[in-house]
């Protein structure tokens, strides 16, 4: 690995401090295992309790947090508690962020002025004793817990780009639904964060502003669209995240940078707020999601973001793994488009299976899906195909224009070679792609058949008792500008948003290289609970999240 963050460093359990080739990080913000501070300014279940970083106060370990009023900081059974407000919490960020971004790019707007008064105002309400912690941990579930937000959502007072150079000045004066949702739960945004030009690319980096770096290795990608929220999270500069995901824009950054990133049942949680919104058939295939470093935190951040459309979901019913059928497959059957699946990441996949039969006692099936070897065409077709009352979905090249003239992609690829073009690369070889896929109705007409025919034979096979084990991506993070030579890697996760199954990426450690690994858990339709009832069985198994630098 040529550079990681170095302020992130590995974690010495002697003395409860993080560390770097230069001696401690000096930072509040790297959080790891048991002493790892509680993410909830007060004790209650569905808060978020699990340390994100080691906070140095006076004592230089942290733990749990106790009490409704104060949050307490119990070090160890043989010391003292010390008393956090939010304030504390929300500033330990902010820290964070100032150290980390310049280095990694991912943060493009904050508000931290805001969120401080906002955390102020927390403390105020939990001194004063306005009801008790029962009370306010049902009306408040995220209560003083700092968030995030991809730039491409509607955030008050936030620019609102989507990396569209033609929108650099506009300013938001409203909330995106699930932006709404979670600051009414209680939550704290303290900015936006960097993603790829229009969303539609696996490379955070637009001619808004910059490209963004992997906290692991500062030559690699986060992955896109919502990839500045990924590094957010993976360099502990976070607590929670707001992403979408239509071609795997949750999933990859989740994975490139060793977080938890949860693509939900198609039509639960709701997409209005965000920019480039989804028409026709694609509003079948645009997903808003939750991305967090701990897995505990994804169901109750999909509670608050889905509001009334959680009831089409299972969330509260238990799951026994020892009940659940497994079905795993290694790779997509060798697509000439595609690159073939690391050795790593096949080695980490049959490490769950193997966990799963040897602790769990269950019988994973093998499987092979013949279709899934047609998954980029098959992604393609459907993106491009008409809804049910015959509505062709928008052109990318309208996107590009926004609301003005057309792009004509032949052209804006002429101005992009004099270094006169206003757009990214990726998005003029989308744009051109987009015309070829018009010049095949036939072609593109059984790829469709095909693809609801692939829907259809997955949602027989998992039924509502079923998960699906398969690779987030067949290779690990690549350096900058690569992906440009492997554009259609992307379908490993671009596959299961037209077929609309609910999917939750999970981390499985380091590779040799000291980047991330990590998994996708598949399930069938309104079947998200058992993702995530996976996701926190293979972080308990598996370690999770790993802090960037340790070795």
């Known amino acids: 690995m040529e550079s990681s963050v170095e302020n992130v460093g590995h974690y010495d359990t002697d003395n409860g401090h993080c ?12 959080g790891h295992g048991q002493h790892a501070l509680r993410r909830a300014p007060w004790y209650g279940q569905h808060a978020l309790r699990r340390a994100p970083w080691p906070l140095h106060l006076e004592t230089g370990h942290a733990g749990c947090f106790q009490e409704q009023h104060r949050a307490k900081l119990c070090c160890s059974a043989d010391r003292e508690p010390l008393e956090v407000k939010c304030t504390d919490v929300v500033q330990a960020y902010i820290k964070r962020i100032e150290e980390i971004n310049p280095l990694v790019n991912a943060v493009v ?12 105002h927390v403390d105020k309400l939990l001194s004063e004793g306005h009801g008790d912690e029962d009370s306010l941990q049902e009306k408040f579930p995220f209560l003083g817990v700092p968030f995030t937000v991809k730039e491409a959502f509607a955030l008050h007072g936030m620019p609102n780009t989507s990396g569209l150079v033609s929108r650099r000045n506009l300013i938001s004066t409203s909330d995106a639904l699930v932006v709404s949702r979670l600051k009414q739960a209680g939550a704290i945004p303290l900015g936006v964060t960097n993603c790829s030009e229009l969303c539609m690319w696996y490379e955070s980096s ?5 490209r963004t770096n992997n906290p692991y290795d500062l030559q690699r990608i986060v992955g896109g669209s919502s990839g500045g929220e990924g590094c957010v999270l993976g360099a502990a500069c976070s607590v929670i995240g707001v992403g979408s995901d239509i071609g795997g824009s949750i999933r990859m950054p989740a994975f490139f940078n060793g977080v938890f990133g949860h693509k939900p049942t198609t039509g639960v949680v709701p997409n209005d707020g965000q920019f480039p919104n989804a028409l026709g058939v694609r509003t079948e295939f645009l997903c808003t999601g939750p991305m967090c470093r701990y897995a505990e935190d994804l169901k109750p951040m999909l509670r608050v973001m889905a509001g009334p459309g959680v009831r089409k979901l299972k969330l509260d019913e238990k799951v026994s793994l020892e ?7 290694e790779h997509d059957g060798g697509s000439v488009f595609v ?12 490490k769950v299976v193997e966990h799963l039969e040897t602790q769990c006692g269950v019988q994973v099936q093998h499987i092979t899906i013949h279709k899934m070897k047609y998954a980029f065409q098959i992604w393609s077709a459907m993106m491009s195909s008409r809804d049910s009352d015959g509505q062709e979905a928008q052109l990318f090249t309208d996107l590009l224009g926004d609301h003005g003239k057309p792009v004509w992609p032949l052209w804006e690829l002429m101005k992009w070679f004099l270094g006169m073009s206003l757009h990214t690369i990726p998005a003029i070889a989308l744009a051109l ?24 034979e997955m949602m027989n096979l998992l039924g509502t008792d079923g998960i699906l084990l398969y690779p987030s991506h067949p290779i690990v993070a690549p350096k900058h500008y690569s992906p440009l030579g492997m554009p259609f890697n992307f379908a490993y996760t671009g596959v299961f948003n037209v077929l609309g199954l609910p999917v939750t990426q999970c981390p499985l450690g380091l590779s040799s290289e000291g980047l991330p690994l990590g998994i996708q858990v598949v399930a069938g339709l309104h079947n998200d609970h058992l993702t995530l009832a996976m996701a926190r069985y293979l972080e308990k198994a598996f370690g999770g999240w790993v802090c960037p630098g340790k070795s």
Do not use: W
């Open 19 to 30: 560390t770097t080739a230069n001696g401690s990080c000096g930072s509040s913000t790297c």
């Open 109 to 120: 707007k904050a508000r931290f002025d805001a969120a401080l008064q906002e955390a102020h």
């Open 206 to 210: 637009n001619n808004v502003y910059g």
């Open 323 to 329: 009940k659940v059928k497994f079905y795993c497959m």
């Open 339 to 350: 690159s073939p699946v690391d050795r790593e990441i096949l080695q980490a996949q049959r």
């Open 433 to 456: 792609t987009e015309k070829l896929m018009k010049l095949n109705p036939g072609g593109n007409a059984k790829l469709v058949s095909m693809g609801h025919s692939l829907r259809t």
